[in-house]
């Protein structure tokens, strides 16, 4: 039975370097337009048969990623027309994620074009490779939620060429961009969120974090650094209690703690932690007041509506839709650069 595993896990030499020359050309590493290597130094380079070198590079080209020129060599494929489809790749998928591609799909239907979503797992290496794939797939737009560490990708985007392709940033990034973006300044939102809070009570905050995903979260290290030198300044060192997952929040905890103000970095912890606080017998704005960030339909149809940070997703949709449109019609949009400026919306918490 092992030997029968190992069999059918075997995989031939030729795909391998198939797939390690595709992954080469989707992440940009070898630019379109450049010679790739030749039978004879795939050859010499991978120690492998003639026949086998001549199977890697027909394969590449019968799948389009290549274009074989006889007396000349071998050439990534340069980017062709385009298809009639956006693709957007987010870091996951949440009630945030779905607001606002709810909107991108009411602007790409009244454009004529279809939006297809992608996951890449707050993974920078899967990030890169889904937009070369995209890219390489001709898809008309790329629409970028960064992963939360855009250190790792920064020397990809530098280099990146997209051909016909419209790369887009959305909702955030942390480092500059060499492409257009629509973006928003969590570091107002949270500003506000803290300045109602500290109106509002004279006791302890609280500052619930949504630890979802492994590695660096640079967006919540910015949130939670703002809300802290907010409260600094303008808070006369009110205590604030940092907490990374709404499952540490207690009864006991708050009570002990003094808690008066939370501010949620997401609807749904807020959802969650409304519900529990009123099991536990606190009364929403007598005793604790809380802010969400998101202002999603969770945080509006809930019972109470929760107060809430709007970072506007429907003109963060409508803008990135305008910038792709303008692109099409051969506009410039290299300055198309904007940043939304959230707004608190209160309500019942």
Not at 198 to 206: I, P, W
Not at 207 to 219: A, E, F, P
Not at 224 to 253: A, M, P, W, Y
């Amino acid at each position: 039975m092992k030997r029968d595993n190992e069999k059918s896990q075997f995989v031939p030499i030729y795909q391998k370097l198939v797939e390690q020359y595709k992954n080469t050309i989707l992440t940009q590493k070898i630019p379109p337009g450049t010679r790739i290597d030749s039978i004879n130094e795939i050859q010499s380079k991978h120690k492998v048969s003639r026949e086998t070198a001549k199977t890697v590079l027909k394969i590449l080209s019968d799948e389009g990623f290549i274009v074989q020129k006889p007396g000349m060599g071998s050439f990534i494929a340069d980017l062709g027309p385009c298809k009639k489809i956006w693709g957007v790749i987010v870091p996951f998928f949440s009630s945030q994620t779905e607001q606002l591609i709810h909107y991108l799909r009411q602007k790409a239907d009244s454009l004529g074009r279809q939006v297809e979503i992608f996951i890449d797992y707050n993974n920078y290496e899967e990030e890169i490779r889904l937009v070369g794939t995209l890219i390489n797939s001709r898809y008309e737009a790329v629409i970028m939620v960064p992963t939360f560490d855009e250190s790792k990708t920064a020397l990809f985007y530098k280099r990146l060429q997209t051909g016909k392709t419209l790369v887009t940033l959305l909702n955030h990034t942390m480092v500059g961009s060499y492409f257009p973006y629509v973006i928003q300044s969590y570091d107002l939102g949270v500003r506000r969120a803290v300045q109602y809070l500290l109106e509002g009570t004279n006791k302890a905050l609280a500052y619930i974090k949504n630890n979802i995903w492994l590695g660096r979260n640079m967006i919540q290290e910015v949130m939670q650094e703002t809300f802290k030198n907010f409260i600094q300044r303008d808070g006369n060192n009110r205590e604030c209690h940092f907490i990374k997952d709404i499952s540490l929040v207690t009864k006991e905890f708050i009570q002990e703690k003094q808690i008066s103000g939370i501010f949620c970095c997401d609807d749904i912890d807020a959802v969650r932690l409304v519900g529990r606080l009123g099991e536990w017998g606190f009364k929403m704005q007598d005793q604790i007041s809380l802010v969400s960030y998101g202002n999603t339909d969770v945080a509006r149809f809930f019972t109470p509506a929760i107060t809430s940070i709007d970072p506007h997703y429907s003109e963060m949709a409508a803008l990135s839709s305008e910038i792709i449109h303008r692109h099409l019609k051969g506009d410039d949009i290299t300055l198309n650069q904007h940043v939304l400026q959230p707004e608190l919306v209160i309500r019942n918490t």
